[in-house]
């Protein structure tokens, strides 16, 4: 199950912003599954504050050495949401056969 914001993309507007996981296995982040994008702080969503993960750079995420596809990332459990403080955000899910 996917946990989504009823925030839109900044940047491709396509899309919900998800709760996902990072490589490190404890760091959540917002991710944008239409674009890539990534917010690492909800208080902070601006287009200025996103980052942009590529796949010739393994996903990671810029400015740190979490990745957010691969290596133990994964969409965010409603457990670890609310546990970071960010479940009040949370306002719908997908199954993940939906992506």
């Known amino acids: 199950m996917a946990y989504h914001m009823g925030t839109e993309c900044l940047i491709c507007e396509g899309s919900p912003l998800f709760f996902r996981r990072a490589s ?3 760091t959540l982040f917002l991710f944008c599954p239409e674009c890539d994008s990534v ?24 400015g740190t050495e979490f990745r957010i596809k691969g290596g133990g990332a994964r969409w965010a459990s409603g457990g670890e949401i609310e ?15 939906e992506f």
Do not use: K, N
């Open 24 to 26: 490190d296995s404890h």
């Open 39 to 62: 917010w690492l702080d909800p208080s902070q969503l601006s287009a200025e504050q996103a980052r942009f993960p590529e796949f010739e750079h393994r996903w990671v995420i810029p």
């Open 83 to 97: 546990q970071v403080g960010w479940g009040h955000l949370v306002v719908g899910t997908f199954e993940e056969s």
